[in-house]
């Protein structure tokens, strides 16, 4: 496809499981981020991939998160021993960065965690 | 950390009514983007500004950047319904921070 693709869009699960969310970026593009979303809430840096540097992880939670990005494309967020705040929905992005900051970032529609 | 504040948090008005949103920080912004978020999707970029005291208009809204480039606003003239949604502005550092957002409802 032609943008970024997200999955599962929406998953349920129970404290203390773990979750794997997916993100696959747009062809071509070298940064790759993750943010949450909490409901009504704007949005919180998690963790940023730029093509073969080592990820800013400045933004994660805690040590139960946790992502990677295997072969400069699709990338997987983990959310070990899930608990009920760690319900949000996921949004990833990717961008082609421009010198000054002035590359778009192209989100998918997210993926929705509802932790019980 | 360069924190961002938006303001107003909640803005609900009817079709037809101008508003204002505002961006800023006590940094130095290089660039700073508006993103708009509609319910279930993902933000879609309307702007880009660069350059203290630019402004760019796109149809029926206009942003401007603040001389200092620490601030940055958002107007909408004669709003309609489908420019409901959560107004996010961004600025670049090691990474994209976002603002909280405005959550602007038109309603008809």
């Known amino acids: 496809g032609a943008g970024v693709s997200q999955s599962p869009s929406n998953k349920v699960t129970e404290k203390g499981k773990d979750v794997e969310l997916r993100c696959d970026p747009i062809s071509g593009h070298t940064a790759l981020y993750w943010y949450r979303q909490s409901l009504g809430q704007g949005l919180e840096f998690l963790i940023y991939f730029q093509g073969n540097s080592a990820p800013d992880k400045s933004g994660l939670p805690s040590d139960r998160f946790s992502a990677e990005r295997t072969g400069g494309s699709v990338s997987t967020l983990t959310i070990q021993r899930t608990q009920q705040e760690d319900s949000a929905v996921y949004l990833c992005a990717s961008s082609t960065p421009l010198a000054g900051g002035t590359g778009e970032l192209f989100f998918g529609e997210g993926s929705r965690l509802t932790v019980l | 950390t360069q924190l961002l504040e938006q303001s107003p948090q909640f803005l609900s008005i009817q079709e037809g009514e101008n508003l204002t949103v505002y961006c800023n920080s006590s940094s130095v912004f290089s660039s700073l983007q508006w993103y708009r978020q509609e319910p279930g999707e993902g933000p879609v970029l309307l702007v880009t500004?660069?350059?203290?005291?630019e402004v760019k208009k796109l149809k029926r809204l206009t942003f401007q950047f603040g001389d200092a480039r620490k601030d940055s606003s958002l107007h909408i003239t004669a709003a309609q319904p489908g420019d409901t949604g959560l107004y996010l502005c961004a600025r670049y550092g090691q990474n994209f921070v976002f603002g909280p957002g405005t959550r602007l409802s038109v309603l008809p």
């Open positions: 500004v660069v350059t203290g005291g």
